[in-house]
């Protein structure tokens, strides 16, 4: 199993990123998928989830309305639209897939939100 993330960079508040992880080594339209992250001196938390075909998804309160979370089956990739970013969206986003209840991570892709 391989989790790839994509797409963090330095952008100022109000700006938009779009975050992806490239997924391979099982059946990605199996499995649901989720996006974590972790700020500076903070345990990780769960941003948002998608389930296996893409039907459901929940987020975190804190960027319900301003982050959208996609996946497209056949490239094997899951999304992560940020809109309206805030300097507290400032982490490490990871991609995470639970696949017979063990847990896989990608090594992050780092987002900082700063004028």
């Known amino acids: 199993v391989q989790l790839v993330e994509s797409g963090g960079g330095l952008v100022q508040p109000g700006g938009s990123l779009r975050l992806s992880c490239a997924a391979s080594g099982f059946t990605f339209s199996r499995y649901g998928m989720s996006w974590y992250r972790q700020a500076p001196g903070k345990e990780r938390e769960l941003v948002a989830s998608?389930?296996?075909?893409?039907?459901?998804?929940n987020y975190a309160d804190s960027v319900k309305g301003r982050f959208t979370i996609s996946r497209d089956n056949p490239k094997n990739t899951m999304y992560l639209q940020m809109n309206s970013l805030k300097p507290e969206d400032t982490a490490v986003y990871y991609c995470?897939?639970?696949?017979?209840?063990?847990?896989?991570w990608g090594k992050g892709t780092l987002v900082t939100v700063s004028s």
């Open positions: 995470n897939s639970k696949i017979i209840s063990k847990d896989y």
């Open positions: 998608i389930s296996s075909l893409g039907v459901s998804t």
